[in-house]
T-cell receptor, first 113, second 111 residues
Framework: ETGVTQTPRHLVMGMTNKKSLKCEQHLGHNAMYWYKQSAKKPLELMFVYNFKEQTENNSVPSRFSPECPNSSHLFLHLHTLQPEDSALYLC????????????FGSGTRLTVV | EDQVTQSPEALRLQEGESSSLNCSYTVSGLRGLFWYRQDPGKGPEFLFTLYSAGEEKEKERLKATLTKKESFLHITAPKPEDSATYLCAVHDSNTGNQFYFGTGTSLTVIP
């Protein structure tokens, strides 16, 4: 499979749950990103990984914990989330950071109840 | 202050009715301006990159142009399948690898 694949597509979790989002890319890209998309707001950059190393953490609360075991896989571990964390979480990749047009996955629609 | 502002927020067009979407930006070190298309329930799909004022890019019914302060996405004779949200993003060299996205224009093309 080519492109950027995100699983699950939809997730409903309680505030005390722990869950993980998964992202996989088969494009040979070296940079991967997590973005949060909320209604009526611009995409918010959360984390950047370059060659598996985290290069940016955009003041994201510690209840979001990223993991990048290799340059093809990216995870976002979630725990004790708040209802305001409900959003579309998008994974993206590019050849290198700042290279230009990203390739995005279809996202995980997260609802915190 | 918002670095990227898109207008209008929503646009309804009759099929065949040409129009333009606007993306204005305030960053001082523009390294690139990007247009994306986003369909409901999907991630953004990359359309164009523009690097310098005067540059133009075309793809089917879409043409993107760039000036020193704004970009336009011109849609010529749109079809219903062009209905989507169009996002603009800028890469600012003064803030490392930061990309700033706009909130998008939701385009609906009515048959």
């Amino acid at each position: 499979e080519t492109g950027v694949t995100q699983t699950p597509r939809h997730l409903v979790m309680g505030m005390t749950n722990k869950k993980s989002l998964k992202c996989e890319q088969h494009l040979g890209h070296n940079a991967m990103y997590w973005y949060k998309q909320s209604a009526k707001k611009p995409l918010e950059l959360m984390f950047v990984y370059n060659f598996k190393e985290q290069t940016e953490n955009n003041s994201v609360p510690s209840r979001f914990s990223p993991e990048c075991p290799n340059s093809s896989h990216l995870f976002l571990h979630l725990h004790t989330l708040q209802p305001e964390d409900s959003a579309l979480y998008l994974c993206a990749s590019s050849q290198v950071p700042g290279a230009g047009g990203y390739t995005f996955g279809s996202g995980t629609r997260l609802t915190v109840v | 202050e918002d670095q990227v502002t898109q207008s209008p927020e929503a646009l309804r067009l009759q099929e065949g009715e040409s129009s333009s979407l606007n993306c204005s930006y305030t960053v001082s070190g523009l390294r690139g301006l990007f247009w994306y298309r986003q369909d409901p329930g999907k991630g953004p799909e990359f359309l164009f990159t523009l690097y310098s004022a005067g540059e133009e890019k075309e793809k089917e019914r879409l043409k993107a142009t760039l000036t020193k302060k704004e970009s336009f996405l011109h849609i010529t004779a749109p079809k219903p399948e062009d209905s989507a949200t169009y996002l603009c993003a800028v890469h600012d060299s003064n803030t490392g690898n930061q990309f700033y996205f706009g909130t998008g224009t939701s385009l609906t093309v009515i048959p």
